[in-house]
Nanobody, 119 residues
């Protein structure tokens, strides 16, 4: 059973920064999705294993950075220049497959961490 343990969410003012972390009990392609109230889950970012090729959703390009520490089996999401519309529950995901932007293609999900950006 794969376990994903997230940390780092919280409340921040618009323009601020937060860093999310996710520790995995294995080596996978890993990424982040988010879901705001009343909206569908949205792809945020992905980093491949172990080479570290990265992909981003259009709404976060240039503001968010995903990275991984293979020695720790941990992925990070550095979020800068946060906006109110970034408010959502952020989910860490992992897959034994290839890069994908559909939630259906990720076998493993964390419990989610709330990120709230205030004006």
């Amino acid at each position: 059973q794969v376990e994903l343990v997230e940390s780092g969410g919280g409340l921040v003012q618009a323009g601020g920064s937060l860093r999310l972390s996710c520790a995995a009990s294995g080596r996978f392609g890993m990424g982040w999705f988010r879901q705001a109230p009343g909206k569908e889950r949205e792809f945020v970012a992905y980093v491949s294993r172990p080479g570290g090729t990265t992909y981003y959703g259009d709404s976060v390009k240039g503001r968010f950075t995903i990275s991984r520490d293979n020695a720790k089996n941990t992925v990070y999401l550095q979020m800068n220049s946060l906006k109110a519309e970034d408010t959502a529950v952020y989910y860490c995901v992992a897959t034994g497959g290839k890069y994908a932007t559909s939630p259906r293609d990720y076998e493993y999900w964390g419990q989610g961490t709330q990120v709230t950006v205030s004006l």
